[in-house]
């Protein structure tokens, strides 16, 4: 017997900026015509680590920082599914840094949204790895996810939008599952997610965007121009947003399966596989 569970409504601060993210994803997946049975969002630890409860689709909620290798799984074990990972940057860049370099590396074809609001807010306020100096008492200088994106040479989708901004994060985000779905490789996309209650960004970040969509000069196809763009603009205070980059490089997938079916499309019977078990046992006799 099948259970069907409804999304339920945000539990969000009135104002927070993923109710944007939200909204956008609502969106782009209505507008590619993507069915709920065959879209999977793993959810991190987190505020924004809830997202898959208030949308109909499938929804895992992770464990702390671990959501990227759990949608590799589910995209490895059927690739015909819309996997989208999303949590907050607390999550992504802190305890699952590890998982987020090595997803670089790897490629697999999801979509990885991160929420990024300088801020742990879901335990009241402490400094994230993005948090600017001086907030909270923070000395570090931030991390900056799009620049270790750049410098990853697998890389295939690095953009950031703002939730300020849904008419160009609703094209961001339509770009970035096409590319998953196109089998094309890892789709990151950072978006600028403020948090009302402990760090409120709105205003500032409002006044720092700089859409790189817009810049007619600008090629997201060039792996060291968009480095040097990137760190160019954020040594002058600027924050850059849009698609800035895109290449091409063997998916996961594609260097993965070969010949071999993913794990949905295999016969997993004991009948079927008896023959390969006894095979594997002569090892160890
Ligand atoms: Fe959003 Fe911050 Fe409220 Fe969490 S604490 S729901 S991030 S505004």
Redesign the pocket.
């Known amino acids: 017997m099948a259970k069907v569970f409804s999304p339920t409504t945000p ?3 009135p ?4 109710f944007g993210v939200l909204a956008s994803l609502k969106k782009s997946l209505a507008e590619l015509q993507i069915k709920s049975k065959d879209s999977v969002i793993v959810g991190g630890i ?3 680590g809830s997202i898959h409860n208030n949308l109909e689709c499938y929804g895992i909620h992770s464990l702390h920082g671990r959501l990227l290798p759990t949608a590799i799984g589910v995209k490895l074990a059927n690739p015909k599914l819309t996997v989208i990972a999303a949590g ?1 940057d607390g999550d992504g860049y802190a305890i699952g840094a590890g998982h987020f370099i090595h997803t670089l590396k790897k490629n697999p074809s999801i979509v990885y949204l991160v929420m990024q ?1 300088g ?1 742990y ?2 335990t009241k ?1 402490q400094p994230s790895p993005t948090a600017s100096p001086g907030y909270e008492g923070t000395v570090e200088a931030p991390f900056d996810a799009v620049l270790t994106a750049l410098s990853i040479q697998s890389t295939t989708f690095i953009a950031r939008g703002f939730s300020g901004n849904q008419t160009q994060l609703t094209n961001l985000l339509k770009k970035a599952i096409i590319h998953a779905n196109s089998n094309k490789g890892f789709a990151f996309l950072e978006v600028l ?7 409120d960004t709105y205003k500032e970040w409002r006044e720092q965007v700089y859409d790189l969509d817009a810049d007619k000069s600008f090629d997201p196809t060039n792996r060291a121009r968009s480095f040097a763009r990137v760190s160019e603009l954020n040594s002058t205070g600027w924050i850059p947003t849009g698609l800035i980059y895109t290449g091409v490089v063997n998916s996961l997938e594609t260097n993965t399966f070969n010949n071999d079916l993913p794990i949905v499309f295999q016969d997993l019977s004991i009948d079927a596989n008896a023959p390969r078990y006894e095979e594997l046992l002569k090892d160890f006799r």
């Open positions: 539990i969000w601060c104002g927070c900026g993923d987190g505020c924004s907050g609001n801020t807010g879901l306020g997610s403020p948090c009302v209650t402990y760090n």
